[in-house]
Structures are given as structure tokens and as C-alpha cells.
T-cell receptor
Framework: DTAVSQTPKYLVTQMGNDKSIKCEQN?????MYWYKQDSKKFLKIMFS???????INETVPNRFSPKSPDKAHLNLHINSLELGDSAVYFC????????????FGQGTRLTVV | GNSVTQMEGPVTLSEEAFLTINCTYT??????LFWYVQYPGEGLQLLLK?????DKGSNKGFEATYRKETTSFHLEKGSVQVSDSAVYFC?????????????FGKGTKLSVKP
């Protein structure tokens, strides 16, 4: 049983397209996140949701729009894809609070051509 | 703002060598500290954590001690194996927020040769 699962694992698309990445967690966590990992492996938080409400939006272009239909799901929709959006996107979840660790999905490698 | 600095890689060691990966942090308040590991093609997995000063986290032979006086959380292992080859990330939990989002260092790639 995968704790945090995201689909697809690989996504290759052309500039200007709109795409979505889905994420689901079966851990019963209240908090979910999206992180972006660039080509140098640097990880940066993009969004944080708690109980379906947006908590953190870290200066991400508004072409990126997270959607949380329920607290087990946090999807990421990206409009008008650009070359610079190529990266690995990780979904994560946690119970929330500073002492709790985050559980990560396997990542989605997005390549914009 | 809060930040994490960890030693640049890559680090290449022979099997059974001693490993240290340095990590220092800058934070207001009292963050929790974590080491995550990313094996090739996989997501991040928690390796160990420490939630207050002088706590020692340990797992799979790895250890790190939360040193408030030196703002450090160095990762150590006495005898590395080929299977330890991965990228290691030091992270802190942003104590300024209630949601525990993580701030990561840039990662250190470890390669262990037989």
C-alpha cells in the first residue's frame, strides 16, 4: 500500500500546454504539500494545504494552481507550461506541526519541450 | 529567514569508510531537524530526526545530534555500505508556521565504492 502516490511518474509535454499532476495520501494526514526539485536537486516548497485550505503559497507563478477536493488529495494544475517548469515535483503529507516528518511521493518528472 | 547549509558534494567513499556530512542551520525559534535520503529514481524518505537541543536521532547506523550552540546537525555513519549511495538532505521544520513545512539544504550526493 503506497502511502503517498502521485501520477503520472513521467510527463513530457510541449510549451504552452496545460497539465495536471494528481496526488493522494492514505495516511489520514491533515496537511499536504507540493515541492519542486530542480535539476541540481534543490528542493523548495511550493504550496501547503491543511484540511483543504491553502496555507502557504511560496511566490509560485499563478500558472500553478493547486486543488484539494478533500484532505486526502492535492492536485497540481499547471497552465501555459514553460521550459523552466521542467523539474521533478513531489507531493508530501504530514500530520502538521513542526515536530512531524513529511512523507513523500515518488515524484513526477515533468519535461517541457 | 530560516535556512539550511550542508556540505557540497559529491562525496565518494570506499565501503566501510566513516561518513560525515555537515549541516548547519539558521533559524528563529526552535525548529525540528531532519535528515532525508533520496535513492536514485525515488522520493525522499525520512532517515532520522531530532526535535530539541541535544537530541540524537539515529536509524540504520546513521546518527545526528542537534547542537544548538553550534547550530549544527551533522550526519555520521561509522561504516558505509554500497547500498548507502544516495542523495542526503538536511532539513528544518519552519517553526514560524504551524504547518511544519520543511526547508531543505541543497543535498549531498554520496557514492560508496566496493
Amino acid at each position: 500500500d503506497t502511502a503517498v502516490s502521485q501520477t503520472p511518474k513521467y510527463l513530457v509535454t510541449q510549451m504552452g500546454n496545460d497539465k495536471s499532476i494528481k496526488c493522494e495520501q492514505n495516511l489520514g494526514h491533515d496537511t499536504m504539500y507540493w515541492y519542486k526539485q530542480d535539476s541540481k536537486k534543490f528542493l523548495k516548497i511550493m504550496f501547503s494545504y491543511n484540511n483543504k485550505e491553502l496555507i502557504i503559497n511560496e511566490t509560485v507563478p499563478n500558472r500553478f494552481s493547486p486543488k484539494s477536493p478533500d484532505k486526502a488529495h492535492l492536485n497540481l494544475h499547471i497552465n501555459s507550461l514553460e521550459l523552466g517548469d521542467s523539474a521533478v515535483y513531489f507531493c508530501a503529507s504530514s500530520r502538521g506541526g513542526r515536530n512531524t516528518e513529511a512523507f513523500f511521493g515518488q515524484g513526477t518528472r515533468l519535461t517541457v519541450v | 529567514g530560516n535556512s539550511v547549509t550542508q556540505m557540497e558534494g559529491p562525496v565518494t567513499l570506499s565501503e566501510e569508510a566513516f561518513l560525515t556530512i555537515n549541516c548547519t542551520y539558521t533559524a528563529t525559534g526552535y525548529p525540528s531537524l531532519f535528515w532525508y535520503v533520496q535513492y536514485p529514481g525515488e522520493g525522499l524518505q525520512l532517515l532520522l530526526k531530532a526535535t530539541k537541543a541535544d537530541d540524537k536521532g539515529s536509524n540504520k547506523g546513521f546518527e545526528a545530534t542537534y547542537r544548538k550552540e553550534t547550530t549544527s546537525f551533522h550526519l555520521e555513519k561509522g561504516s558505509v555500505q554500497v547500498s548507502d549511495s544516495a542523495v542526503y538532505f538536511c532539513a528544518l521544520s519552519d517553526s514560524g508556521g504551524s504547518q511544519g513545512n520543511l526547508i531543505f539544504g541543497k543535498g549531498t550526493k554520496l557514492s560508496v565504492k566496493p
